[in-house]
Antibody, heavy 119, light 108 residues
Framework: EVQLVESGGGLVQPGGSLRLSCAAS????????MSWVRQAPGKGLEWVSV???????YYADSVKGRFTISRHNSKNTLYLQMNSLRAEDTAVYYC?????????????WGQGTLVTVSS | EIVLTQSPATLSLSPGERATLSCRAS??????LAWYQQKPGQAPRLLIY???NRATGIPARFSGSGSGTDFTLTISSLEPEDFAVYYC??????????FGQGTKVEIK
């Protein structure tokens, strides 16, 4: 059974850093496109970043230069390192798997982890 | 950036009724559009991909249509569990994928 479990969210001051983790089971992270998608409180969905199976990474303009996506193959875990955090980064962060045959769509999602940026 | 505009913002219907949701793109996305369902406190669920293909395990009452800039998600007969928020997502503008702002389907 495919499962994604995020962790690492919490309250952080503006300008601070946080690292999110997404532990996967039932499939191999490194063989799939893996993304982070966020949702501000009461708002819609925003794609944040993707890491391709080949290792290429891409970011939304809103986080480029501040966030870094990575993975640890032996731990089958996805990460999002978030630096220089702003109030507008406050959101629930979901990790999501790209559907294997259509990896630009997200077929499995974690339960999300809440990041609050506030002083 | 491709902007997706969903309408209406809220759809008030009764169980058994037909729901028609719209998603309009600011420029052509060909057929590269998906639909997701999200219930309160839950992660989104993939319903439709490439405009008209149902994802694994999705009931036949859900159908998608459209191409270019205009897309529709239809729920033929609403079940109680279908009341939720629905989002469209484009993957045409690689790798800057965007979502619509959502349509809430609520019980009338």
């Amino acid at each position: 059974e495919v499962q994604l479990v995020e962790s690492g969210g919490g309250l952080v001051q503006p300008g601070g850093s946080l690292r999110l983790s997404c532990a996967a089971s039932g499939f191999t992270v490194s063989s799939n496109y893996m993304s982070w998608v966020r949702q501000a409180p009461g708002k819609g969905l925003e794609w944040v970043s993707v890491i391709y199976s080949g290792g290429s990474t891409y970011y939304a303009d809103s986080v480029k230069g501040r966030f870094t996506i990575s993975r640890h193959n032996s731990k089958n875990t996805l990460y999002l390192q978030m630096n220089s955090l702003r109030a507008e980064d406050t959101a629930v962060y979901y990790c999501a798997r790209g559907e294997p045959k259509n990896p630009w769509y997200f077929d499995y999602w974690g339960q999300g982890t809440l990041v609050t940026v506030s002083s | 950036e491709i902007v997706l505009t969903q309408s209406p913002a809220t759809l008030s219907l009764s169980p058994g009724e037909r729901a028609t949701l719209s998603c309009r793109a600011s420029q052509s996305v060909s057929s590269y559009l998906a639909w997701y369902q999200q219930k309160p406190g839950q992660a989104p669920r993939l319903l439709i991909y490439d405009a008209s293909n149902r994802a694994t395990g999705i009931p036949a009452r859900f159908s998608g249509s459209g191409s270019g800039t205009d897309f529709t998600l239809t729920i033929s007969s609403l079940e109680p569990e279908d009341f939720a928020v629905y989002y469209c997502q484009q993957r045409s503008n690689w790798p800057s994928w965007t979502f619509g702002q959502g349509t809430k389907v609520e019980i009338k």
